[in-house]
C-alpha cells in the first residue's frame, strides 16, 4: 500500500475542510432574491416585465457607523465595501452576480473582490463585469499601509487585465469613409448643386461673362455646375442632403457599429502605480469616512493596452452628523473613472427620530 500518498491526500483533505470550515466562512452569509415588476411604459410601448435575480455570498465586516442587516437582497452596495481598508483586519469578500432586465434591456452585472489586510500590508483581487456600463476587468492590487490610526496611506502597485478600451477598432480601418458607409447599407446619390441649364445634369461648359453692358465686353470662363450626395439607409429611407450631413449626424452610428463587430478578443494589460488615503473620522454625533484611489503611472504590458490620457481613480466620501437628539443629516456618494468610463453615485436625506 502507498501509504505516502494516501498521507498527502489525508493532509490535502484536512487542509481544505479547515479553509472552509476554519474560520474562512465565519459571519458570512449566502443570499439569493429575485423581484419582478411592471416595467414603467411610456408611448404606449409594449415591454416585458422587468426583472432581477441576484444571488452571492460576502463577509464583509462593518464599520461603526453602519448597521447590520437581517436580511440581504443582493441590491446592497455599501459605497464604504468600495474603500480599500475595512474596519477590521484580516479576510474580507464579495462574490455577487445580479440577471437584469430593465425596460425591455437585458444584462448581467458581476462583482467578485477578495481581500486580505492586516497593519502593514493590504491585498486585494477583484474582478468586475458590468453589462450595463460596458466596462470589464480584472485588477491585483498589493500596497504597503501605513496606518497612523484614523489616517491610512497606501502605496503600491495595481496590475489590471481588460478588453480592448481607448484603441477602436476605426483607427485600424484603411479604407475609405464612404465605402465602410456602404458596406452597412448605406447608399449615396449624386445631384448638381449649382444646375444653371436646369436639366438635372451635372453639365460642363462654356459660358460668357459680360462685364460691360454697353461694349458688350467681358471673358469666357468654363463652368463645371457643382455636385453633392444624399444618402439613404439601409431601409431606403432618405437620411441626409450632402457628405457633409451625413458624416455629422449618421457616419458616427457606422463607425460605432464597425467598432462593435470588430472588437478585439484579445484582453490587454498594464501594471499602474497605486497611491489611496483613507480618512475615518468619528464619534458619538458624527462620522466622516474619505477615501481616494488613484493610479497616476501606467506601462502598458500589451500592445493595445489603454492608452487614455486621463488618471484612472476612484473617491468616496460619507458624513453624517446628529443635529440634535431626532434630527440626523447625511451625504455619501462616490465618483470612479476607469477606462474613459464614468460611474458616479450621490445621496443625501435627513433622519427624524421620535
Known amino acids: 500500500m502507498n501509504y505516502g500518498?494516501?498521507?498527502?491526500?489525508?493532509?490535502?483533505?484536512?487542509?481544505?475542510?479547515?479553509?472552509?470550515?476554519g474560520g474562512f466562512f465565519?459571519?458570512?452569509?449566502?443570499?439569493?432574491?429575485?423581484?419582478?415588476?411592471?416595467?414603467?411604459?411610456?408611448?404606449?410601448?409594449?415591454?416585458?416585465?422587468?426583472?432581477?435575480?441576484?444571488?452571492?455570498?460576502r463577509k464583509i465586516a462593518l464599520f461603526p457607523y453602519q448597521s447590520r442587516s437581517r436580511f440581504y437582497k443582493g441590491s446592497e452596495e455599501a459605497i464604504s465595501d468600495r474603500a480599500i481598508i475595512g474596519p477590521v483586519n484580516g479576510v474580507e469578500y464579495l462574490f455577487s452576480a445580479s440577471s437584469v432586465r430593465n425596460q425591455g434591456h437585458e444584462y448581467t452585472d458581476q462583482e467578485h473582490w477578495l481581500k486580505w489586510s492586516n497593519n502593514h500590508f493590504v491585498t486585494k483581487f477583484k474582478y468586475v463585469n458590468k453589462e450595463s456600463r460596458d466596462l470589464e476587468f480584472a485588477d491585483y492590487d498589493a500596497r504597503y499601509r501605513l496606518n497612523l490610526s484614523k489616517v491610512n496611506i497606501t502605496t503600491?502597485?495595481?496590475?489590471?487585465?481588460?478588453?480592448?478600451?481607448g484603441h477602436p477598432a476605426i483607427l485600424d480601418y484603411d479604407g475609405e469613409w464612404w465605402q465602410l458607409s456602404y458596406d452597412y447599407g448605406y447608399t449615396d446619390y449624386t445631384y448638381p448643386t449649382n444646375d444653371i441649364n436646369g436639366n438635372g445634369?451635372?453639365?460642363?461648359?462654356?459660358?460668357?461673362?459680360?462685364?460691360?453692358?454697353?461694349?458688350?465686353?467681358?471673358?469666357?470662363?468654363?463652368?463645371?455646375e457643382g455636385l453633392d450626395y444624399y444618402w439613404e439607409d439601409p431601409q431606403g429611407n432618405?437620411?441626409?442632403?450632402s457628405d457633409e450631413e451625413f458624416h455629422v449626424y449618421h457616419y458616427p452610428h457606422v463607425v460605432d457599429m464597425y467598432n462593435e463587430d470588430n472588437k478585439s478578443k484579445e484582453w490587454q494589460a498594464e501594471a499602474s502605480i497605486v497611491i489611496g488615503l483613507d480618512v475615518l473620522l468619528g464619534g458619538d454625533k458624527y462620522y466622516s469616512h474619505l477615501w481616494v484611489n488613484a493610479f497616476p503611472y501606467s506601462v502598458g504590458l500589451t500592445d493595445k493596452a489603454y492608452e487614455g490620457g486621463d488618471v484612472q481613480y476612484d473617491v468616496g466620501l460619507l458624513i453624517g452628523t446628529n443635529l440634535s437628539e431626532h434630527i440626523g443629516v447625511f451625504i455619501e456618494g462616490t465618483y470612479q473613472n476607469y477606462y474613459g468610463r464614468e460611474e458616479y453615485n450621490i445621496g443625501t436625506g435627513i433622519n427624524w427620530r421620535f
Request: contains cysteine; glycine residues 10%.
Open 238 to 241: 432618405h437620411v441626409a442632403t
Open 201 to 224: 445634369v451635372i453639365d460642363s461648359y462654356w459660358i460668357w461673362v459680360e462685364t460691360d453692358p454697353d461694349t458688350e465686353d467681358g471673358y469666357w470662363e468654363y463652368w463645371i
Open 5 to 21: 500518498g494516501f498521507k498527502n491526500y489525508f493532509l490535502y483533505v484536512a487542509a481544505s475542510c479547515s479553509f472552509i470550515f
Open 26 to 57: 465565519t459571519n458570512s452569509t449566502i443570499y439569493g432574491s429575485a423581484n419582478i415588476s411592471t416595467p414603467y411604459i411610456n408611448g404606449g410601448l409594449n415591454l416585458q416585465d422587468d426583472y432581477k435575480y441576484n444571488f452571492g455570498i
Open 156 to 165: 503600491g502597485v495595481s496590475l489590471k487585465g481588460h478588453p480592448v478600451y
